[in-house]
């Protein structure tokens, strides 16, 4: 009864609260309205903060009551275990007790999306990651993962209704979208990084942690994976090049061409077999096969020819977006995309792994051939017709975050800390279970278990570069012993943009970056896959941008780089 009498009371100090900064909104400018939004939500994060410190409290006193009763009925008895898996790589040193303060485990949701939702063995994965965090931080989780192209709708309904997501990776949902929203957490507010998770920014190193943040604010961690990428890439099933005759150096992971033969592949490809897809775009493709720095995570105002000039630039006006949209159009004349390309939603390594695709978009990097051969159940050639690149967004391109909506957020860090520094629950996170969905083989590297291949592995998602630190993962089969040691030389060999290191805060034109997204949505598919006339398609879709807001996003990142540039000079 105290509790409800507890809850009502704040329920109707909130309604008097919000009331008024409702009515205040109303009456103001547009100008001052943002001001007025952030601190209502500075005023609601008090609040929650409070009331997780009351809920602490109580559960506290709760415990003390009933240890002193039973130590009182019972008499004194003790002893501990350490039964949690351990490795020689584990490095970690927060909390090695499965005591959190009050003795209980806490459970979390962890969230991030696969290429095909949830694996089959998503329960068996999870049941063993808890076998180690349960006695070794007092730390459960609950996986919770969708198909990638649902996961960007999936998470923002969750995330603006409040639900629990405690540990949330931004992959295939903006950063940028999660901060303009409010959706993530500052994870250094009460010291949260610095005291549940230590061991982090040894692993990854303060640089790119630093790299993370937004208007000083850090509220992702990277991940440690190729920064880098190998732009203007393909992957093309080998069987398919073998059937035209194509001789690739199958030594070279990766084959270097110009985009004219990959043309020339493509043609001979559906000359053959005319009834396969030739190629299918994907979202993502535009800006793999470009030069685009894409700042601030969007395509809103870029910088051109690998970010060497820091002049932004409409891009939807350059002479690169009318020249690659021209090339998917041809494609789609010529019949090598399937006419459903812009709404079906399966994905393209499902689609080459049935039999009717015969190549796609992929990045490039160490690993890639071997990667996608697993994720396709094919043996796949990899094409680069561009440099390796970082961009100004690519070591906070996919981070972790912990959202606001986080019921236990010291829980959620205590977690991630274990996935940055212990090889368990990296290789459980990559490959699965040793013994059930892989096995090391005798020349050291992983492989599918006995029975086990691509098609019937309850674990093989082909995300590890996902994850907090594939580093610390087993190689797999096929790919030098030595993969991480060249992954890190490959990041350190590639172009760097020159605004690497800047960081866009879209405060200020939040309305129009989503209104501009919107239009971007509607026309997107129609007109990167090739589906309408680029000359007038292009022309139409930016004119509605530019009405929608796109010239105050493209001023706006200007100005920021530019002061930018000043403070770094």
Aim: hydrophobic fraction near 35%.
């Amino acid at each position: 009864m105290r509790k409800e009498t507890a809850e009502k009371c704040k329920f109707i100090a909130g309604l008097f609260f919000f009331g008024g900064k409702k009515a205040d909104i109303i009456r103001s400018s547009n100008e001052s309205r943002p001001k007025l939004r952030n601190e209502i939500k500075q005023q609601d994060k008090k609040i929650k903060s409070e009331d997780e410190r009351m809920k602490k409290k109580v559960a506290a006193i709760f415990m003390a009551s009933i240890m002193a009763c039973s130590m009182a009925a019972c008499g004194s008895s003790g002893g501990s275990s350490d039964s949690g898996k351990t490795d020689s790589k584990d490095k970690s040193t927060a909390s090695s007790t499965a005591e959190n303060g009050s003795g209980e485990v806490e459970k979390i949701i962890v969230s991030f999306p696969t290429w095909t939702g949830a694996p089959a063995d998503t329960e068996k994965v999870q049941e063993a990651i808890n076998d180690i965090t349960r006695d070794k931080i007092g730390v459960e989780i609950e996986l919770s993962i969708t198909d990638y192209g649902s996961f960007n709708q999936n998470t923002t309904l969750a995330l603006s209704a409040n639900e629990e997501v405690d540990v949330l990776v931004c992959v295939g949902f903006p950063y940028q979208t999660g901060i303009q929203q409010g959706y993530l957490s500052d994870l250094e507010e009460n010291d949260l990084l610095a005291t549940y998770g230590p061991d982090i920014a040894e692993a990854v190193g303060q640089d790119n942690i630093d790299a993370c943040r937004v208007n000083g604010v850090l509220y992702g961690l990277p991940s440690n994976r190729d920064i880098a990428q190998g732009r203007g890439c393909a992957a093309i099933a080998t069987e398919y090049l073998d059937g035209i005759g194509y001789e690739a150096n199958t030594d070279d992971e990766i084959v270097k061409i110009s985009l004219d033969e990959l043309n020339d592949i493509y043609a001979q490809l559906h000359e053959k077999y005319p009834d396969k897809e030739v190629y299918r775009p994907t979202t993502g493709s535009m800006s793999q096969f470009s030069n685009v720095d894409s700042l601030g995570g969007n395509v809103f105002g870029v910088l051109l020819d690998y970010g060497q000039n820091l002049d932004v630039v409409n891009l939807f006006e350059s002479d690169f977006y009318k020249d690659y949209c021209a090339r998917l159009y041809d494609y789609n004349q010529k019949g090598y995309i399937s006419a459903d390309a812009s709404t079906d939603t399966t994905a393209v390594g499902e689609l080459v792994k049935a039999g009717t695709l015969m190549s796609y978009t992929t990045g490039g990097k160490p690993g890639i051939k071997a990667q996608e051969t697993t994720l396709t159940g094919r043996d796949m050639t990899i094409f680069q017709t561009l440099d390796d690149y970082i961009s100004s967004t690519s070591v906070a391109s996919m981070p972790w975050t912990i959202p606001i909506s986080a019921q236990h957020k010291e829980a959620a860090m205590k977690f991630l800390n274990e996935c940055y520094t212990n090889a368990d629950i990296a290789n459980l996170l990559a490959w699965g279970i040793e013994g059930t969905h892989y096995k090391i083989g005798d020349d050291g590297l992983a492989t599918y278990a006995d029975g086990v291949d691509a098609s019937n592995s309850g674990w093989n998602h082909s995300m590890g570069w996902m994850m907090p630190n594939q580093f610390l993962t087993h190689v797999w089969e096929g790919n030098d012993p030595d993969l991480w040691t060249e992954m890190k030389e490959f990041n350190t060999n590639a172009k760097v943009s020159k605004a690497s290191g800047f960081s866009f805060d879209s405060t200020n034109v939040a309305n129009e970056l989503t209104a501009v997204q919107n239009v971007y949505n509607e026309y997107q598919t129609s007109v990167e896959y090739g589906f309408v006339d680029p000359e007038t398609g292009i022309a139409e879709m930016n004119d509605k941008m530019m009405t929608a807001g796109l010239q105050k996003i493209i001023d706006e990142k200007k100005a920021q780089l530019a002061a930018w540039q000043e403070a770094n000079k």
